[in-house]
């Protein structure tokens, strides 16, 4: 297990379009999060899970933005009909029982809208 | 509502001086309080956090519950110091809020 991992890395798609991002958390770790980073910005909380469940997805960015965690295990980020805005750099990152809190990141999917 | 200020966006130094980078929060409850840092075409990491009360890589930070404040110091910069930082706060309920980023560099 080398750490948290994101596919793709980068992601380029048109306007109207839905892209798809998955994480794989560190496996032992019960908590994956996800974040959006635009430029100048620090990591803008989207949601969690602990386990399979989502327990906040209320900062969900828009009804357009949803996320899954099936077996407590990968997650996947969906984007419907994207927008010019959406642009940014979409991360991951998971923590554990263990890790007081520490969340430990994976590289990031770099989405460009065009 | 949970708040996390970092007032500076960059701050340059050269090696060998002293280095403070701000961190402001607002919390109603007892604050966790953690650095990250991002070096240049690397994931974040964490680099302390307050519970811990250690230093890292000759970093520390002090938790100043009555300024509200959680600035991260290091007496002598070093050129490898140069990264992103970033202040984030959790509070009782797992969800963490990060500052904008202050980006440190030290010149030679």
């Known amino acids: 297990d080398t750490g948290v991992s994101q596919n793709p890395r980068h992601k380029i798609t048109k306007r109207g379009q839905n892209v798809t991002f998955r994480c794989d958390p560190i496996s032992e770790h019960n908590r994956l999060y996800w974040y959006r980073q635009t430029l100048g910005q620090g990591p803008e909380f989207l949601t969690y899970f602990q386990n399979e469940a989502q327990l906040e997805k209320s900062r969900l960015l828009s009804d357009r933005f949803s996320a899954e965690r099936p077996k407590g295990s990968f997650s996947t980020l969906e984007i419907q009909r994207t927008e010019q805005g959406d642009s940014a750099m979409y991360l991951c990152a998971s923590s554990g029982v263990s890790s007081y809190n520490e969340q430990f990141f994976g590289p990031g999917t770099r989405l460009t809208v065009l | 509502a949970q708040r996390v200020t970092q007032p500076e966006k960059l701050l340059s130094v050269f090696k060998g001086a002293p280095v403070e980078l701000k961190c402001n929060y607002s919390y109603s409850g007892s604050p966790e309080l953690f650095w990250y840092v991002q070096y240049s075409r690397q994931r974040l990491q964490l680099l302390l956090r307050h519970i811990s009360r250690e230093s890292i890589k000759g970093f520390t930070a002090d938790l100043n519950k009555g300024e509200t404040s959680f600035h991260l110091k290091k007496p002598f910069a070093q050129e490898e110091d140069s990264a992103m930082y970033y202040c984030?706060?959790?509070?009782?309920?797992?969800?963490?809020?990060f500052g904008r980023g202050t980006s440190l560099i030290v010149h030679p």
């Open positions: 984030a706060l959790s509070g009782g309920s797992y969800i963490p809020t």
